[in-house]
């Protein structure tokens, strides 16, 4: 409206070097005006509007909407005609250009909020555009990074050995393929701080092939890379311990709560006699004399509340059927979210022990039980041992009374011990 | 008596009576006090050993015979 009044306006001031030729050749510029900025439908009213005012205003004789000249109505039709292809086309070029666009909007808000960093390039590597999250890695905002060269902004350098990585955007640009990044690799942010990053580059191609920029794809790899050094140290700890368990001289099984054999080392082998390929599989019945199956339960039960068996000492069965005398620590074996899975068995064989604990019961039986003084003394003269016999005849208490005592000091004459 | 022990050290071993003792009645008990040297794993000695006997009663009676021999003798004497 504002267009047909301007555009009305400027024919009547040229009024008077036109006269009255070319009554309607401004509403053309409207019309044309009116297609761009609101489509077909203002193009039409403007037309139809402007042509009614021209025509009154301008056309011989002014002041009269006069049909009757055969010119009026050829001048009309032409006009129509002329308005009709400036409609047409100015559409379909308004459209064009309105979808267009739209997908340039769409573009723009997908790579704004994509997760990845994405920075575009034109042929001289100098920075067109770069969305949020390549903003935040490479700490350089979208006013101050546009424009700028790719290496100021995207710095990256080989982190082991600190030399600086070709930009992989430059190699896209030059052999016009996708190029992915070597591992390893660190942004420089603006701030001097680093960032691990994974990335690759890819040459843009306008329509008929032609290289036009480069796109750069990125991504903070610090998250990931703090978890894989998380995952191979738990490994290296796994396999440390696992060298222990197999390495240690104690049998060290472990199995399923419900008393499946799931692992049996070195020393398990030795004093049991089962192989592991033999026992693992099989229930833990397979070592446990038949009398004393009902343990089994009991452990299993103080395991499932979560409480540790200390140095239980019990018998255990041999591959050849031989019984051995065995202490346990049983601890439960726990999962992630803490719920008990299994149990961990540490088998130590004490026949030995307990033999010699019966001969020493044997030798103690002798000593404490003879009439006789039986004693020792180190080689200062202090006593260390004293038997029951010997603490009566001299009248002392204890054995730990007598070592404070010395030997000398037993006699009515003194006698020199110490050398 | 103050060669006993360096004895035992020497020899391995020795024998001696004497009297015990008592710490709370002061009693003496004759004792035959056999006294051996234990060595270690690497012949080293650390420790005297005793397994020893009370002699008290033996000791009274061979005093008793002594007396009883000497009051035999003097009573021969008196006769001559």
Redesign the interface.
Known sequence: MIALALVVLLRWLLDPVLGDALPLVTLYGAVAAAVWLGGYRPAILVAILGYLTCHYLFIPPRGHLDFSHIAAVVGLVAFLFTCGLIIVFGEATRASHLRASERRELLRVTLQSIGDAVITTDTDGRITYLNKVAESITGWPDAEAVGQSLEKVFHIVNEPTRQPVENPAKKALREGVVVGLANHTVLIRKDGSECPVHDSAAPIRDDEGNVSGCVLIFRDVAAQREMEHEKAGQLLTARLLASIVESSNDAIISKSLDGIIQSWNAGAERLFGFTSEQAVGQHISLVIPPERIGEEDRIIASLKAGQRVEHFETERLRDDGRHIQVSLTISPIKDDSGKVVGASKIVRDITERKLAEADREKFVALIESSTDFIGMCDLNGLPFFVNRAGLEIVGLDSVEEASRTPVADFFFRKIRIES | ??E???GV?ETGHGELE????????GE??W?AYKVLK?IDAKGE??????????VTERKRLADDLIRLATDLSEADRRKE
């Open positions: 008596m103050n006993f022990f360096p050290m004497i009297r015990f003792r008592h710490f709370k009645t003496a008990r004792m234990l000695p650390y420790a005297f050993a005793t397994v020893s006997q009370e």
